[in-house]
């Protein structure tokens, strides 16, 4: 499946928005290993967890499959596809 760098800053965003929410998580009930989680809260995490290193996976995927197919250094559009979803307010410049 052929993707835009338009679809690969919207992935790398989800990507990153589901590692803020493990993150807030992690801060919200502290180490497990100080004070036990619920069941509840193991199960969030858990959950959130998965969501973050599946939407990971994929952004990845989807960044090896556009530098191939345009020919680009890998590590070159993944540098530019993370500037530009960090900068939501600018235009992608990493289509070169």
Same mark, same amino acid.
């Given at each position: 499946m052929?993707h ?5 800053v ?5 990507a990153?928005? +589901?590692?803020a929410?493990v ?13 036990? !989680?619920s ?8 959950t959130? !967890?998965?969501a !973050? ?31 530009a +979803? ?5 235009p992608?410049?990493?289509?070169d």
């Open positions: 052929a835009t760098f338009e679809e690969l919207e992935k790398q965003r989800a990153d928005e +589901a590692h929410r993150l807030q998580l992690r801060d919200a009930y502290g180490a497990p290993t100080a004070a036990p !989680w069941e509840t809260q193991t199960d969030t995490y858990e959130a !967890w998965r !973050w290193r599946d939407l990971a996976r994929d952004a990845q995927a989807a960044v090896t499959e556009y530098a191939k197919d345009e020919g680009a250094p890998r590590g070159d559009v993944e540098a530019n596809v993370k500037k +979803a960090k900068s939501p307010e600018e992608p410049s990493g289509e």
